[in-house]
């Protein structure tokens, strides 16, 4: 199986920047792709951006320009950098990882945009 662990939520002011971490452990061997998804209140869980094991990406809309999204192997973790903050990307943010045995989650980090 895989463990997900999500760091570096916080609060910040509209404009502002966080960088995201998601430290994997377990069966590391066994991901092909890692995604980092969020959950606003009264909303539905969306995809923010995904990374495969070629280091392809691909992001959302919302946040195409803003956000990076990269993974660094030797430290078992992936990243989620974001630029330009706004307060519609207040939410939960949450790791995810695909592996041989399906799929696992982390527990969340809050992320709050508000001046």
């Known amino acids: 199986q895989v463990q997900l662990v999500e760091s570096g939520g916080g609060l910040v002011q509209p404009g502002g920047s966080l960088r995201l971490s998601c430290a994997a452990s377990?069966?590391?061997?066994?991901?092909?792709?890692m995604g980092w998804y969020r959950q606003a209140p009264r909303k539905q869980r969306e995809l923010v951006a995904a990374?495969?094991?070629?280091?392809?990406?691909n992001y959302a809309a919302s946040v195409k320009g803003r956000f990076t999204i990269s993974r660094d192997n030797a430290k078992n973790t992936m990243y989620l950098q974001m630029n330009s903050l706004k307060t519609d990307d207040t939410a939960i943010y949450y790791c995810n990882a695909d592996h041989s045995k399906g799929r696992s989650w982390g527990q969340g980090t809050q992320v709050t945009v508000s001046s």
């Open positions: 377990g069966s590391i061997s066994s991901i092909y792709a």
């Open positions: 990374i495969t094991s070629l280091e392809s990406t």
